[in-house]
């Protein structure tokens, strides 16, 4: 796993073992980050279910000012923390452990761009998405990487879907936050 594009292109990242772990692959990976490099300057990114932190710090690579990186495993955080010093990426990094769900609720925190790409098959997209529409600024972006035959809903509040492309058995859904009508 690498490092495509951006101020740590080609740089090696650790990932994480096991059979539960599904890196996006690269094609995916540049596939998502053509679709969303001229929000990426300056921007701040919410990279939730981080695993090893490979979307956000492509991210950061690729000219975003912050990324914050979710994942309620210890472990991911700590190959989190491992790439980013690595990169010398940390100060542009806030890492928390906790459940996705938990730090919606919690955070006062506003984001341009929002990765998400939980583990399939547990209808998480689903109960996140509403908890996360409050927390995106104006025509911010949210990428969904899910399973292929998951089809997620038109609009979620003030998400709007505007691209799904399918990749073999991943498919990649976006939402654009579109001002609330009153």
């Known amino acids: 796993m690498r490092v495509i594009a951006g101020s740590a292109r080609g740089r090696k990242l650790k990932t994480l073992e096991g059979k539960d772990v599904r890196p996006t692959t690269d094609k995916v990976k540049e596939a998502i980050f053509s679709s969303i490099q001229f929000e990426l300057p300056n921007a701040i ?18 000219g975003a000012k912050q990324a914050v990186f979710i994942d309620r495993s210890a472990r991911s955080l700590q190959v989190v923390r491992e790439n980013l010093i690595t990169l010398g990426m940390e100060r542009q990094a806030q890492l928390h452990q906790m459940e996705a769900t938990s730090f919606l609720q919690g955070t006062e925190k506003r984001f341009h761009i929002a990765i998400l790409d939980p583990p399939y098959r547990m209808q998480i997209l689903e109960q996140v998405l509403p ?26 509040e003030k998400l709007v879907r505007f691209k799904v492309k399918k990749y073999g058995s991943i498919a990649v859904t976006m939402y654009q936050c579109k001002r609330s009508e009153t």
């Open 45 to 62: 990114v919410l990279d939730l279910f981080a695993g090893s932190g490979q979307m956000g710090i492509e991210a950061i690579s690729r």
């Open 131 to 156: 908890l996360l529409a409050p927390h995106m600024e104006e025509d911010a972006i949210v990428v969904c990487e899910h399973e292929e035959n998951l089809a997620l809903p038109e609009r979620v």
